[in-house]
């Protein structure tokens, strides 16, 4: 087994060499991937540049003709991504390291999160202090913030480099003590405004026998649940906070995409599903919300994060949305409405609260449904205990139905 190290030899093959030294020198092997484009290498890779571009679809040398570098990036990245994924499969790789600029960044993180969450992958970038989202994405990859720009040796870019090397060293010399449950899995999902839901449903279901993985409805969140679930993860999901889609229907900044909610029904896996927090459209600081929503019911929830009300004809529209998603479904599912509220805020006395929207949601739910979801309605909000409780025990009906469960 060996750790991948990835990077562009023509303009980072000092920095790379350094660090591929310092893990060989702690009886590691490094397998080194050479994603450079332009010129051919100092080093002796063992991936080439030409096996990388090839297992993007073309050849090194046509990507030099083309003198696109927005092309090059991509395709190195998928051919990158291809062979680490292949290494990992045989059993070569057992954490991957990369070095470099945005470019570099972008084609070996490219890389990392074709692979597996629990593979040590850690970037060293220039562009670890800014917006990470593009390059980490909804996988653990690790970034670290080179100060300076990668180019050549100095006090500062060894120091730096070394660290990461030395990192990687620790996490893939040491197996870490962590007993792997037998349990079957419930995957959850929470946002602050409904986490009393959460936090009685799951310690019900953990009472059950199940173990319980809580996913932040954070864009990010939203998609790194719908991932585990296609891998197999997750033997049921209580999704109990689909908010997501609200800023995916209406431009907010935490959107997880049009394929939230696509997973659980693919995978036949049994689902409960609420429409937990749709009350709501997620902003930035108050002074990020674009000027076209002016004169909307704004709560400033903190300094860095301002919800915006959904209006009832948004709400009718997610409804239509959420309905047709789980329409699309094989396995056992449920869909349950909480009439006293969507969220913490959604009840009565509340800044959110708004019976009108409220019944725009749940009518277009009840409309656009098919008879294959099982509807049910509860009368009370989202956060008594009387809903989580009856929802952990839809799902734990399911899952020991179809063998999921205990």
């Given at each position: 087994?060996?750790?991948?190290?990835?990077?562009?030899?023509?303009?980072?093959?000092?920095?790379?060499?350094?660090?591929?030294?310092?893990?060989?020198?702690?009886?590691?092997?490094?397998?080194?991937?050479?994603?450079?484009?332009?010129?051919?290498?100092?080093?002796?890779?063992?991936?080439?540049?030409?096996?990388?571009?090839?297992?993007?679809?073309?050849?090194?040398?046509?990507?030099?003709?083309?003198?696109?570098?927005?092309?090059?990036?991509?395709?190195?990245?998928?051919?990158?991504?291809?062979?680490?994924?292949?290494?990992?499969?045989?059993?070569?790789?057992?954490?991957?390291?990369?070095?470099?600029?945005?470019?570099?960044t972008s084609i070996a993180t490219t890389a990392m999160?074709?692979?597996?969450?629990?593979?040590?992958?850690?970037?060293?970038?220039?562009?670890?202090?800014?917006?990470?989202?593009?390059?980490?994405?909804?996988?653990?990859?690790?970034?670290?913030?080179?100060?300076?720009?990668?180019?050549?040796?100095?006090?500062?870019?060894?120091?730096?480099?070394?660290?990461?090397?030395?990192?990687?060293?620790?996490?893939?010399?040491?197996?870490?003590?962590?007993?792997?449950?037998?349990?079957?899995?419930?995957?959850?999902?929470?946002?602050?405004?409904?986490?009393?839901?959460?936090?009685?449903?799951?310690?019900?279901?953990?009472?059950?026998?199940?173990?319980?993985?809580?996913?932040?409805?954070?864009?990010?969140?939203?998609?790194?649940?719908?991932?585990?679930?296609?891998?197999?993860?997750?033997?049921?999901?209580?999704?109990?906070?689909?908010?997501?889609?609200?800023?995916?229907?209406?431009?907010?900044?935490?959107?997880?995409?049009?394929?939230?909610?696509?997973?659980?029904?693919?995978?036949?896996?049994?689902?409960?599903?609420?429409?937990?927090?749709?009350?709501?459209?997620?902003?930035?600081?108050?002074?990020?919300?674009?000027?076209?929503?002016?004169?909307?019911?704004?709560?400033?929830?903190?300094?860095?994060?301002?919800?915006?009300?959904?209006?009832?004809?948004?709400?009718?529209?997610?409804?239509?949305?959420?309905?047709?998603?789980?329409?699309?479904?094989?396995?056992?599912?449920?869909?349950?409405?909480?009439?006293?509220?969507?969220?913490?805020?959604?009840?009565?006395?509340?800044?959110?609260?708004?019976?009108?929207?409220?019944?725009?949601?749940?009518?277009?739910?009840?409309?656009?449904?098919?008879?294959?979801?099982?509807?049910?309605?509860?009368?009370?909000?989202?956060?008594?205990?009387?809903?989580?409780?009856?929802?952990?025990?839809?799902?734990?009906?399911?899952?020991?139905?179809?063998?999921?469960?205990?």
């Amino acid at each position: 087994m060996a750790v991948v190290l990835i990077g562009t030899l023509d303009t980072k093959g000092e920095e790379l060499e350094f660090a591929r030294e310092i893990i060989e020198a702690h009886d590691i092997d490094v397998h080194l991937i050479d994603a450079g484009v332009m010129n051919d290498p100092d080093i002796e890779p063992e991936t080439s540049a030409h096996d990388v571009a090839e297992a993007g679809g073309t050849s090194l040398e046509r990507l030099r003709e083309g003198a696109d570098r927005g092309d090059a990036i991509e395709t190195m990245g998928d051919g990158a991504a291809t062979i680490a994924s292949r290494l990992h499969d045989e059993g070569v790789l057992e954490g991957i390291v990369g070095l470099g600029g945005s470019g570099n960044t972008s084609i070996a993180t490219t890389a990392m999160r074709a692979l597996p969450v629990g593979v040590p992958k850690l970037m060293v970038s220039t562009m670890a202090s800014g917006d990470t989202e593009p390059y980490v994405g909804a996988k653990d990859v690790m970034m670290l913030y080179s100060v300076a720009d990668i180019e050549g040796l100095n006090q500062l870019s060894r120091r730096v480099i070394s660290n990461a090397a030395l990192a990687m060293v620790g996490m893939v010399a040491n197996e870490p003590d962590i007993t792997v449950s037998e349990k079957p899995t419930v995957a959850i999902t929470m946002f602050g405004v409904t986490t009393p839901c959460v936090h009685a449903a799951r310690e019900y279901l953990e009472s059950k026998g199940y173990e319980t993985i809580v996913f932040h409805a954070t864009g990010t969140g939203g998609r790194a649940m719908e991932q585990l679930v296609r891998q197999g993860v997750v033997d049921g999901v209580l999704d109990v906070t689909t908010t997501e889609w609200a800023d995916e229907l209406v431009g907010g900044v935490l959107s997880a995409g049009e394929t939230r909610l696509d997973a659980a029904a693919e995978m036949e896996i049994p689902q409960v599903v609420s429409p937990g927090a749709l009350d709501m459209v997620n902003f930035g600081p108050r002074d990020s919300v674009p000027e076209t929503f002016e004169g909307r019911t704004f709560h400033i929830h903190n300094p860095q994060v301002t919800l915006m009300r959904t209006t009832p004809e948004e709400n009718a529209e997610l409804g239509e949305i959420i309905a047709k998603k789980l329409n699309a479904s094989t396995g056992p599912t449920a869909l349950f409405l909480p009439l006293g509220g969507v969220s913490l805020i959604d009840v009565e006395g509340e800044d959110f609260h708004d019976s009108e929207a409220d019944s725009k949601l749940f009518n277009a739910l009840r409309e656009h449904l098919d008879e294959n979801v099982e509807l049910v309605e509860v009368d009370a909000a989202i956060n008594d205990e009387e809903f989580a409780t009856t929802i952990a025990e839809k799902l734990d009906e399911y899952l020991r139905a179809t063998d999921g469960g205990q």
